[in-house]
C-alpha cells in the first residue's frame, strides 16, 4: 500500500506543478497531508524521472520549464475465490484458502502450517 500511496502522490504533485500552485516545500506538504521531508523526497524522484522541475521565489511555486508529462495508471484486480480454484484447478487449494480466511495474522499463520504439519506427518 504504501506504493500505491506514494503513486498517488507524485500525481497529485505533478497535477499542482502543473498548474504551478504547489506554494513553498512546507505548504505543498500541508496541501498533501505529509512531511516536509517526503515532500522533498518525492520532488526528487521526479528529478529522477528528468522533469524540467524549478522553483519561481517571486510566485513561491514549482513549475516545469518544459513540457513534461507524467501518467500513473494504478490499476487493482480483485480475485474471488471462485477465480482462485479455477486458477489454480485443485480442491485441495480451495480448502487451504477457505482455512486461511479470517486467519491473516502471522501468529493464526503459523499455527494453521503447524497443525497441518503434525496431521501430515
Avoid at 6 to 27: D, F, V, Y
Avoid at 102 to 118: A, E, R, V
Wanted: one cysteine or more; hydrophobic letters at 35%; glycine letters at 4%.
Amino acid at each position: 500500500m504504501k506504493n500505491l500511496k506514494q503513486l498517488e502522490r507524485l500525481r497529485k504533485i505533478h497535477r499542482m506543478i502543473k498548474l504551478e500552485n504547489t506554494g513553498t516545500p512546507s505548504e505543498l506538504a500541508e496541501k498533501l497531508h505529509i512531511s516536509t521531508r517526503l515532500t522533498y523526497l518525492l520532488l526528487e524522484q521526479l528529478r529522477e524521472f528528468d522533469a524540467p522541475l524549478y522553483f519561481n521565489r517571486r510566485t513561491k511555486t514549482y513549475y516545469y520549464k518544459n513540457d513534461f508529462e507524467l501518467t500513473i495508471n494504478i490499476s487493482v484486480q480483485v480475485i474471488t475465490h471462485e477465480k482462485l480454484v479455477n486458477i489454480y484447478a485443485g480442491g485441495k487449494f480451495a480448502d487451504y484458502v477457505i482455512s486461511l480466511q479470517g486467519g491473516c495474522s502471522k501468529q493464526n499463520y503459523l499455527c494453521y502450517l503447524k497443525k497441518k504439519l503434525d496431521v501430515a506427518g
